[in-house]
């Protein structure tokens, strides 16, 4: 079976575990050949930590591969010239040297196909790549990466053999822009045996908030809905980010110190093993105000799967995630409405919410695990 070229921009990333966890996928079901543009030295996953280090570093092949690739060009090396000369957001000469670069790499290994993630900088390496070394290629868009630095995008949907979107909006939007582009849904999926249940009957009553503090994540309008709730709610947040010093502080303004707790971030050890313990996750997600937002975060597939229910925002991916016999839809950035779900879920007998995890868990089950992923994805490969 041939392998399949992966080019990711910066890896690895904390907050981007949908990147490793596809990649660990695929390469249980087809042999990859991975190779990395920027290698970030920030804090990391373990798990993506490990890949990082089997990867190829762009910047550590020598000149001597990109002469390789240039002297071996493929039928349609001409398209991937007009390719190149059509980026107006990369240097085009750093482009087709690096891309001649990775064409002899994926060359060498074998490989009949390239997929890369995110669209920027690594789709049109990888385009260019792939073009002139006679392979196919594909990649994958997130939605910051769409809805907020587009680079180009049109031309490399029109270039790609094959789109991934990552939601059925996201997928919608792409065709919009580019309608002769092949685009295909694949979610993100999680390792069901990763995150499992565990003993959800005893819980400490809390809600639980996993990301990154950033305004398309909801929080502000989560600690409104607070002081809204019924019930002195309490919530614990993990994670970090630009927002965290004026989220304390409005907190404390809105007198919720002895009710919301800053964890800061915690790896996926600490969600695994901790998160089951709390009565719901909340993932308020929304439009950021220069347009991000969040398609398909696993957070919440991986509460599923914890059997944990779930309260978010019907918004983007989530409303394909998660129905109503499974968690809490509220209406996107609205606190009044968020309230009422959060007072919904704690007017339910335990006994019922522990039904509705058990329903989350099997949603997962059936649709979003990275097996499943990773077949879809075999199928936009080709193989």
């Not at 890896?11 to 949908?18: D, M, R």
């Not at 995008?153 to 789109?163: G, P, T």
């Not at 879920?345 to 989350?360: K, S, V």
């Amino acid at each position: 079976m041939q392998p399949v070229g992966y080019l990711v921009a910066t890896f690895p990333v904390l907050s981007e575990t949908f990147v490793g966890e596809e990649i660990r996928a695929v390469s249980q079901r087809r042999p990859l050949s991975l190779a990395i543009m920027n290698l970030s030295t920030a804090p990391a996953q373990p798990g993506d930590l490990a890949l990082a280090e089997s990867a190829t570093l762009l910047r550590g092949l020598p000149a001597t591969r990109a002469i390789a690739g240039a002297l071996r060009p493929g039928a349609r090396c001409l398209s991937a010239l007009w390719f190149a000369a059509r980026q107006q957001r990369l240097p085009r000469l750093s482009l087709i040297w690096n891309g001649w670069k990775l064409a002899a790499l994926w060359r060498a290994n074998g490989c009949a196909h390239v997929h890369a993630h995110f669209a920027g900088g690594a789709a049109a390496h990888a385009i260019f790549a792939a073009r002139w070394g006679g392979m196919t290629v594909s990649f994958v868009c997130h939605g910051h990466d769409f809805y907020v630095e587009p680079q180009d995008i049109r031309i490399k949907l029109r270039h790609a053999d094959e789109v991934v979107a990552v939601c059925e909006d996201l997928a919608r939007d792409l065709c919009a822009v580019e309608p002769q582009a092949k685009v295909s849904c694949v979610p993100c999926g999680v390792d069901p045996d990763r995150f499992t249940p565990g003993d959800r009957k005893e819980t400490n009553g809390k809600l639980l908030f996993i990301g990154r503090l950033v305004p398309e994540k909801g929080v502000a309008e989560l600690l409104d809905a607070l002081t809204m709730t019924r019930a002195r709610v309490k919530l614990d947040i993990v994670g970090d980010g630009a927002l965290r010093q004026k989220l304390e502080d409005r907190a404390a303004a809105l007198g919720l110190q002895d009710r919301v707790t800053f964890l800061g971030a915690r790896d996926r050890t600490w969600i695994g093993a901790n998160a089951g313990a709390y009565e719901a996750l909340v993932a308020p997600f929304r439009r950021g105000p220069d347009g991000s937002q969040d398609t398909g975060p696993l957070v919440v597939k991986e509460a599923m799967a914890m059997a944990m229910p779930v309260i978010t925002s019907r918004f983007m991916g989530m409303k394909q995630t998660v129905t109503e016999d499974t968690g809490f839809l509220a209406e996107p950035g609205d606190p009044e409405s968020l309230a009422k779900q959060i007072d919904d879920l704690f007017a339910m007998e335990p006994l019922a919410r522990r039904a509705m995890g058990a329903r989350g868990r099997m949603r997962m089950l059936e649709r979003f695990t990275t097996h499943a992923q990773a077949d879809r994805l075999l199928r936009v490969f080709g193989g």
